[in-house]
């Protein structure tokens, strides 16, 4: 049997605090409960995601983008709103920091300060089954979850841990019909 990882996707400031530049509504009440899945959830593995955007980013509305700016490198809004209090193995993942590419997917991403990509961690560590929570369902959680299935991995969103931007009605239902057909399991 394989071990297990929880894949936390863009918990920061700018998504998770109702002050934040792109804020998902409801995004604060997933705080502790993450965290309590990351504290005593069953993984041996967990992996934190973040947009790390340079300032001139490509998804920015004022450089043509559909984005307001926001998870700006070194700023309050790139924070993480969650408190990671686990002794188990943190790998922390950073995507979006190329200002020429727009990556939703946290196997876009490279391990923060290092080159290595997430799914040759997670084999390093005998990982073969993900679970994937976070903000937002409808964009890198979706996105993040469909590539960890392409990568190989089992792969289930949980989704009382998961909400939607919503931009325009009925994504989340969408998303999650995406999420269902790319073969990963809803819970």
Known sequence: ????????????????????????????KLIKK????????????IVVTRDWHPKNHCSFKENGGQWPKHCVQYSW????????DTNKIVVDIVKGDNPDRDDY????????RFSAKLKYILREYG???VDVVG??????????????????????????YTK??????GDEQRAI???KKNGVKIK
């Open 127 to 129: 990982i073969t089954s």
């Open 34 to 45: 993450i965290e309590n899945l990351i504290k005593n959830g069953p993984y041996d593995l």
């Open 135 to 160: 903000l937002a369902l409808d964009y890198c959680v979706k996105a993040t979850a469909i590539d960890a299935v392409k990568s190989g991995f089992k792969t289930r969103v949980l989704l009382k």
């Open 105 to 112: 997917s946290g196997f876009n991403g490279h391990a923060y």
């Open 177 to 179: 019909e995406e999420i």
């Open 164 to 169: 939607a931007v919503n931009l325009k009605p």
């Open 1 to 28: 049997m394989g071990k297990k990882a929880l894949i936390v996707v863009d918990m920061q400031n700018d998504f998770a605090d109702p002050k934040g530049a792109l804020y998902v509504k409801g995004g604060e």
């Open 77 to 84: 809004g790139a924070e993480f709103a969650i408190k990671i």
